[in-house]
Structures are given as structure tokens and as C-alpha cells.
């Protein structure tokens, strides 16, 4: 005779086994896919956005010339500002900005498929396109957050001291900052890659990954 279980209890299930822990080379290849892909992608990022904003405020320029031009007894430097933008030619820029901006579409691709060519040389193949994508959230979050703080902090410092004129002196901190921004950024993505290879690492490995 059968024995079944009493009406209403729940189902028994056996425990899942831990997760066996992410091997040194899979820990490489997370960070190294980490710092060398969020790089990419930040850059990539940078040039599509440097044309927006220069169209954006190109356009405020041409607007603000438009007025200056239609209202009556303009002031001499007024009308010395139009003559400025009409020498730029604006409209001269608008190839060479959309140019920048499908570089940087190109870089931004390139750095999501060098994360999944780095990651399926490792036990995380099979994981690559998830560490990525979950890996590029939590890196921008986190960038968006300390970015916020270090760009404070840099204009507090950099607002105490000064390296000689302030021509020098913006070009020392410019340097400064764009350094920091790179380790910051390499970093960012060293530590969100591995979190989310340690997260979505595999159940079991195969005969030969364990080999390894």
C-alpha cells in the first residue's frame, strides 16, 4: 500500500547543492573582461554624447543669433557676436559630429562583445552575455553615483589649489581628472564584472573545465 503525505503539507524537495566557487582563471577573466569592456563602453558613451551637447548648445548659439539679428539697434558687440558665429559655420560641423557619433556607437558595441569573447574563454561561456549585460547595469549605477562624488571632490580641491596661472592650473587638473576617471571607471568594472560572475557562476562543470 502506497503512503502518500498529509493532505496539505507541502511538497518536500532535497537542498540544491552550493554553487562551487569561481576558479583563479574565471576570476581573471571576469575582471580583465570588467575593466577592459566598461573602459570601451564608457568611451564609446563619451563620443556619442560629445555631439549631442555641441549640436545642443551650436543650436542655442544659432538661436540666440537669430533674435540678435531680428531686434532693432542691436548693440555693436551684439552684432560682433553674429559676424563670430556666421565665421564658424556651424552647419560645417554637423558631418564631422555625426561621424564622432557612430565611432562611438562602434566602441560601445565593441566593448560588450570583447566582455563575451574574454568570458567564453573560461568556464563562464555559457554565462557571458548575462555577466555582461548584469555587469554593465550594476557599473553604471555605481559610476553614476561615485562619478557624482569625485567630480565634487575634484572641485573642492582643485578650488584650494592652484598650479601658477589658471591656464596651467585647469590643464594640471584636467589631467588629474581624467586619469582618476579612468582608474575609477577600470575599476567600476573590475568589481561589478566579478560580482555578477560570482552571482550567475555555473552549478556544475564539465569534465573539461575541471581539468583545468
Do not use: C, N
Not at 140 to 150: P, Q
Not at 190 to 196: K, P
Amino acid at each position: 500500500m502506497t503512503a502518500y503525505p498529509p493532505y496539505g503539507s507541502a511538497p518536500q524537495y532535497a537542498p540544491r547543492p552550493p554553487k562551487p566557487p569561481l576558479t583563479s582563471a574565471a576570476k581573471g577573466k571576469a575582471a580583465t573582461a570588467g575593466i577592459v569592456s566598461f573602459l570601451l563602453v564608457s568611451l564609446g558613451w563619451f563620443l556619442i554624447l560629445t555631439p549631442i551637447v555641441l549640436g545642443f548648445i551650436g543650436g542655442i548659439f544659432v538661436f540666440i543669433a537669430e533674435i540678435i539679428q531680428r531686434a532693432p539697434g542691436a548693440d555693436p558687440e551684439d552684432e560682433e557676436f553674429v559676424r563670430f558665429l556666421d565665421d564658424i559655420d556651424l552647419a560645417a560641423w554637423w558631418p564631422l559630429l555625426l561621424v564622432l557619433a557612430l565611432v562611438g556607437v562602434g566602441v560601445w558595441v565593441l566593448g560588450l562583445f570583447t566582455s563575451v569573447w574574454i568570458l567564453r574563454s573560461s568556464e563562464l561561456r555559457e554565462q557571458a552575455w548575462g555577466i555582461t549585460w548584469a555587469g554593465l547595469g550594476v557599473a553604471v549605477l555605481a559610476s553614476t553615483f561615485v562619478g557624482g562624488l569625485l567630480s565634487g571632490l575634484l572641485q573642492l580641491v582643485a578650488s584650494i589649489g592652484s598650479f601658477g596661472d589658471p591656464l596651467t592650473s585647469g590643464l594640471v587638473w584636467g589631467i588629474v581628472g581624467t586619469l582618476g576617471s579612468v582608474v575609477v571607471t577600470g575599476a567600476i568594472g573590475w568589481l561589478s564584472w566579478w560580482w555578477m560572475a560570482h552571482l550567475l557562476r555555473p552549478a556544475e562543470r564539465g569534465a573539461d573545465l575541471t581539468s583545468r
